[in-house]
């Protein structure tokens, strides 16, 4: 058989390439004139530079900077400690547990049933640190119950399938849980009880101004890593969490319990979501069976920034997309004249999480998959 | 005269491991080349290299005296390089025929409106490729035809599944061929066939053929001419003969004398 | 019986030993008890027998509300003594063991139940339970009082689970009739609506008014002769439409080519005469189910056949409406040509097309689970872009565009109020999708998604440039999901952003899976049923009553597909192959086909011959 060939001219850059790098050079070139423009702005408000494209900026005092700077920081440490579980059921199953989010929203719905009771027999005013613990670790367990539930009813019997498949499936499972909520609990926005003053007032900490529950936020969030740090790189279960997440098959060999672990993994995971949503309900004091749904994609996209199935990255990646998603829209969009800016919230975080795969799809720090689940 | 495809100085690391390390090699038109080697050789991430699935840290491959660097696997297939896996990959719940069929891909040029309006050239061409699939696979006799055509390639026995995967790698309808270990598992009289076919892709097909193999006995039947790599370089070459009495080659499989360690 | 326990309980790999028999019996009874318990506990603080209790199936005796109670129990009866079927291996004979499991497994869920229900008597929990209402307790009780409800829930479970149960141990055929004529009587009970409506259009009014009661539901009467009929008529035909189906599939070339004509022809004579018979609402319903139909269709193709999950297929669906809203609506705010709906399809093809590139070519290299969340996330931007005040001057933000004329054919213009010609419409082009996902099923690029579904690197080591391959699924499946939108809009009048929420890509997966991924006849299944019955995201379906409980049931069902069927319910031959290969091979040696043994034989007789020396050999 004489097949004809016809010669390509080798090398050629595909189409695609090429339009991605187009799109590559637009959203850096976006960000780069936006930027510039607000540093314009900052010198001086009159500059024809800065009066370009949006002639009624007015810039930002370096206050309301700093304070956009931590709401971004608390909210970041939020969508960290829920990245920690996604960032970990990905390294150790290879899936991205879609239904994450809602185990986050368990923890907060939890919370505020328990606050909302201790509110009405008196002890939150009375007590508040007592009832924080207490519902705390109620949320902790609550999400536990639910992530580990979860992966014993849905994803254990799916662990040798394609990959899609678990995926599809925590779908539907979020899905599910977010509706049962609903109908159990109703569909109102439900609101925390109001924090004690000395809690809740601004707080003078290095020139910066802070609300006392966004430190309280930062502080547990920094005491939960630290706390999940000791547990895997210190502990007998973070050894075998690392090892399963290596080969499951070499692990079982090594006589470490495969199922025990993931559900461990499962359940450290959900605790942090738990606590998670009790930092979520003291900050925004509301609540709703949709609030596991945008926090929960977000994190996803927290989890691929600090590259996924490494821990620390996860932390790191939220706290970037936290300030982010808050400084971007003032920073970037104000001043090139885009009204509404706040609106835009959410598409800043998803054009950050394409933007990371644009350019780095292993993360800023790295991915730590095991080879299999790599491809 | 120029060589089919020739490699200069090929070095590849994964991460600080060399696993080819100034690779020099050459193919001409209508020659069988086997690679042996011990495992961990550098062989198969040498044939990766070739078709595009790992980069290159240094070197050059030309084909038909042009760099085939930096293209896309399906550009190299294109240009007329088609391969075999060590561990069979076949598009298992495909058909056999179906098997075959997608091969032809980057020879066929229908698309989306030629199966909407089912114009003539768009039939002309399917019956192409199954006349095509069919006579590909009419190459090993019976075991691949008839009722087998409609069955999945999972069904298969293993001798088959590794048949068909060189039945594959002919619809794509190259001029070099890269046989990655294609008697690994069989028998010796499946091994005895093979061995034969592969030889009569040269005779009767015209493909040009580098091959994987660990089993001297095939290595000895149908190459021209052996290349054996060690820790990722070629310590020696030439015929079956002059290879299998080469001291390196004896010392790289079973390692060095006694008397010489101490 | 020991088999059947082991049989729904996941082998743990902790237990290397058998544990005693009877020790396993009854933690699985306890368990699957547990289960119904907490099922029925659960749906009753979600709300469904309150909810439901209008919609009656049965005059007087059974409602919706019950129905969505007591299925529990009969079908954990049914699962809790359930074997394991093993080709060639005996089954444990079903008998006595079985019913007692079912009927204990009742017995704890009703034992559940009355717990429950003295607790709704006693504590007051509706603070933070909504449902915890004096309604629940007077609908679980019947209205006659705590002690009745008790034991009325006890005895009813128990029987229900033992019904479950039975089902294995009464014979094959009985168990047959049975099933049909069960079926048969909440098909037709569910499907008032639309039986109703057809019969009127039929002028059989009369007939349909003495089976169903007024307030709705079959009334007791023609529910036992509707149930005798199904089961005389299933009996008698028993066997009939499997060996029709059997001939047919063995016609060959121009008798099966003629075969299929006519068929052909019934289907689309049925479906084109059928809306003439139907109201208003029943039109309103079919044209739903074509709008989604023609979205499954499209997404279908991006992941049935190119295995590319795009959670963000809503976004071409949104391209396709405010494509067209903004070129047909005199009050698009910004630029309002006017024109045509023939000619806004040809933009909205090219538009659709575009944004599938776009949105295409960076997600289209990613990992799979990657790309099913990034795509997500461009479903959401582009919703969000819509409804921002920076595009209100174009696109009119959350208020969106409104007075969109309907479709001027020259002598009818299809519109919103007259659901018919939407039918119409939405036939045409469900008709054109589905002659489009036939044709490229069976082409060089349907082949090429088919291999790259399977493994990409060698699809693109075999010469298949997979990023242009995909990148066509996405556009033609975009393409698809454009048209559904551009008809939608022409439909409703007008265009929102929020008719474009991530929930309708998730619905249409929904869809497509439980219909049958990578199959066009079970995805017309799938949007039957699904959105006939239950609805879509914003549309009624017969069973109206569901509306605030059918995204629960979307999610129920397609976690319950993943694990139980994932092939759908009709399934392709080649996703069933896929998901159980095991059994599919199992299946092909015991067959044992005559070719196969010969070279099977004749392969061992050579390995025999030679086994030894072929290891040396090749291990050279």
């Known amino acids: 058989m004489t097949a004809t060939i016809e010669r390509k001219s080798a090398r050629q850059v595909s189409k695609v390439d090429r339009f991605l790098t187009l799109i590559r050079i637009f959203l850096v070139s976006l960000i780069v004139i936006g930027v510039l423009a607000f540093i314009a702005q900052q010198v001086a408000p009159d500059n024809p530079f800065a009066r370009w494209r949006n002639p009624d900026a007015v810039g930002l005092t370096g206050d309301q900077f700093k304070g956009l700077l931590m709401s971004g920081l608390s909210q970041g440490a939020m969508y960290g400690l829920i990245a920690l579980g996604y960032s970990m059921v990905y390294g150790v199953l290879g899936f991205i547990n879609f239904a994450h989010g809602e185990v986050f929203m368990a923890g907060a719905m939890t919370g505020f049933i328990a606050s909302d009771k201790f509110s009405a027999n008196g002890l939150w005013e009375s007590n508040f640190l007592l009832s924080l613990v207490i519902i705390i670790v109620l949320a902790i367990m609550v999400s536990t119950l639910t992530a580990v539930l979860m992966e014993r009813v849905a994803y254990r019997p799916l662990r040798e399938s394609p990959r899609l498949i678990p995926l599809i499936t925590s779908i539907g499972v979020s899905f599910f849980i977010q509706n049962a909520v609903m109908g159990v609990f109703g569909p109102s926005t439900k609101s925390y009880p109001q924090l004690p003053q000395w809690l809740s007032k601004q707080r003078s900490i290095l020139t910066f101004e802070i609300a006392g529950t966004k430190l309280l936020v930062l502080l547990v969030a920094a005491m939960s890593m630290a706390g999940l740090w000791y547990l895997v790189e210190r502990t007998r279960t973070g ?3 690392r090892a399963v997440a290596e080969d499951k098959e070499i692990a079982a060999l090594m006589g470490i319990n495969v199922n025990r672990t993931i559900v461990t993994t499962f359940a450290v995971g959900g605790a942090m979501a738990g606590i998670a949503g009790i930092l979520w309900g003291l900050l925004f004091r509301s609540v709703t069976h949709m609030t596991g749904f945008l926090p929960g994609i977000k994190a996803f996209t927290a989890a691929v920034v ?70 | 005269m120029s060589h089919l495809m020739e490699i200069r100085d090929l070095k590849i690391t994964f991460g600080g491991l060399d696993a080819l390390s100034g690779l020099n090699f050459h193919v001409d038109e209508g ?5 042996i080697g011990p495992n961990g050789a550098g062989k198969t991430t040498f044939f990766n290299a070739i078709t595009g699935l790992v980069d290159p840290t240094e070197g050059d491959i030309l084909f038909d005296g042009e760099s085939i660097l930096g293209l896309d696997p399906h550009q190299v297939t294109g240009l007329g390089i088609a391969r075999t896996f060590q561990n069979v990959r076949l598009f298992p719940n495909m058909t056999v025929l179906e098997n075959i069929m997608v091969a032809q891909h980057c020879r066929t040029s229908q698309l989306v409106l030629g199966a909407l309006l089912q114009t003539s050239a768009f039939k002309k061409e399917e019956r192409e490729i199954e006349e095509r699939a069919k006579e590909v696979l009419a190459f090993f006799g019976s075991r691949l035809v008839g009722y087998r055509y409609d069955q999945p390639a999972f069904v298969l026995s293993y001798a088959n599944r590794r048949r068909l995967e060189v039945a594959r790698a002919m619809a794509t309808q190259p001029r070099l061929m890269l046989l990655d270990e294609p008697v690994a598992g069989m028998n010796p009289m499946e091994t005895a066939e093979l061995t034969a076919l592969i030889g009569r892709l040269r005779s009767e097909w015209g493909f040009t053929i580098v091959m994987i193999e660990h089993d001297m006995r095939v290595v000895r039947d149908v190459s021209d001419r052996v290349v054996v790599l060690d820790h990722g370089v070629p310590i020696a070459q030439g015929s079956y003969d002059e290879v299998s009495t080469n001291p390196d080659v004896v010392e790289a499989y079973l390692g060095r004398p006694a008397e010489d360690q101490a | 019986m020991s088999a059947t326990m082991t049989s729904s309980s996941a082998p743990s790999s902790r237990s290397g030993y058998r544990a005693p028999v009877a020790d396993q019996d009854w933690r699985n009874v306890g368990k699957w008890g547990g289960l119904c318990t907490l099922a029925l506990v659960l749906v009753s603080l979600i709300g469904m027998p309150v909810g439901l209790d209008r919609r009656i199936l049965i005059h007087p005796v059974l409602s919706l509300g019950y129905l969505s109670l007591l299925w529990i129990p009969l079908v954990l009866g049914f699962v809790v003594s359930r074997h394991v079927e093993l080709e060639g291996v005996e089954s444990p004979e079903p008998g006595g063991r079985d019913l007692l499991a079912g009927a204990l497994t009742g017995l704890l869920g009703g034992f559940g139940m009355a717990v429950f229900i003295v607790a709704l008597d006693t504590f007051n929990l509706r603070d933070p339970l909504v449902n915890w209402s004096p309604q629940l307790l007077e609908l679980l009780n019947y209205g006659r009082g705590l002690g009745f409800g008790v034991v009325a829930w006890i005895a009813a479970c128990s029987v229900l689970g033992l019904l479950g149960s039975s089902i294995h141990v009464i014979p094959a055929g009985v168990r047959r009739v049975v099933s ?62 499997k060996a029709a189906k059997a001939n047919y599939g063995e016609l060959q070339g121009p008798e099966r080519k003629r075969a299929s004509m006519i068929l052909f022809l019934l289907v689309a004579l049925l479906t084109i005469i059928l809306p003439l018979f139907l109201g208003t609402i029943m039109n309103e319903l079919l044209a739903n189910v074509g709008l989604f139909l023609l979205l499954a269709l499209g997404l279908n193709i991006v992941v049935g056949l190119a295995g590319i999950l795009d959670l963000g297929y809503v976004a071409f669906f949104a391209v396709g409406g405010y494509t067209t809203a903004v070129l047909t609506s005199p009050d698009s705010p910004f630029f309002a040509p006017e024109m045509h709906f023939a000619i806004t399809l040809v933009i909205v093809v090219v538009f659709a097309g575009l944004v599938g590139l776009i949105i295409g070519a960076p997600v289209i290299r990613m990992r799979g689970d990657y790309l099913a969340i990034v795509t997500l996330g461009f479903g959401e931007i582009i919703r969000l872009l819509f409804m921002s005040d920076w595009l209100k001057p174009y696109f009119g933000g959350a208020q969106g565009i409104t007075n969109v004329p309907g479709v001027d054919l020259g002598f009818v213009t299809i519109k919103g109020t007259d659901p018919r010609s939407v039918f119409y419409l939405v036939l045409v082009f469900c008709a054109l999708a589905i002659y489009i996902s036939w044709r490229l099923q069976a082409s060089r690029l349907g082949r090429a998604w088919m291999a790259i579904r399977e493994d990409e690197k060698v699809a693109e080591a075999m010469g298949i440039n997979t990023v242009n391959a995909k990148l066509l699924a996405f556009v033609v499946g975009a393409v698809l999901a454009s048209f559904s939108g551009a008809i939608l809009v022409a439909k409703v009048g007008s265009v929102f952003p929020n008719s474009f929420m991530i929930l309708v890509s998730i619905i249409i997966l929904v869809v497509v899976i439980v219909g049958g991924m990578g199959n066009i006849a079970g995805v017309l299944v799938g949007s039957f049923v699904l959105i006939g019955v239950l609805g879509g995201p914003r549309q009624p379906g017969l069973l109206h009553e569901f509306q605030s409980f059918k995204l629960l049931i979307y999610g129920a069902l397609l976690v319950f597909m993943m694990l139980q069927r994932p092939e759908g319910l009709v399934p392709s031959a080649r996703r069933s192959q896929e998901l159980h290969q095991e059994e599919f091979l199992q299946d092909v040696w015991l067959k044992g086909e005559e070719h196969e043994g010969e070279e099977h034989e004749e392969e061992l007789h050579a390995a025999e011959a030679s086994g030894a020396e072929g290891h040396e050999g090749s291990g050279a």
């Open chain 2, 31 to 35: 020659e069988i080349v086997s690679v």
């Open chain 1, 306 to 375: 600090g590259g996924i199935g490494n821990l620390p990255g996860a932390m790191i990646g939220g706290i970037s997309l936290g300030s982010a998603e808050s400084i971007a829209p003032l920073v970037i969009l104000e001043p090139l004249g885009v009204p509404g800016v706040s609106q835009l919230k959410d598409a800043v975080a998803f054009t950050v999480l394409v933007l990371v795969l644009l350019f780095k799809p292993s993360g800023l720090f790295g991915e730590q998959l095991s080879a299999e689940d790599r491809a």
């Open chain 3, 180 to 241: 049909y004529g069960a079926f048969g009587l909440l098909g037709i009970a569910v499907l008032e609506g639309a039986i109703a409506d057809l019969s009127e259009g039929f002028g059989l009014q009369s007939l349909t008014d003495s089976i169903y009661a007024n307030r709705g539901g079959v009334t007791v009467v023609w529910s036992i002769v509707l149930v005798v009929i199904i089961g005389v008529v299933s009996m008698l035909t028993r066997g009939r439409f």
């Open chain 1, 239 to 241: 050894k075998a969490m």
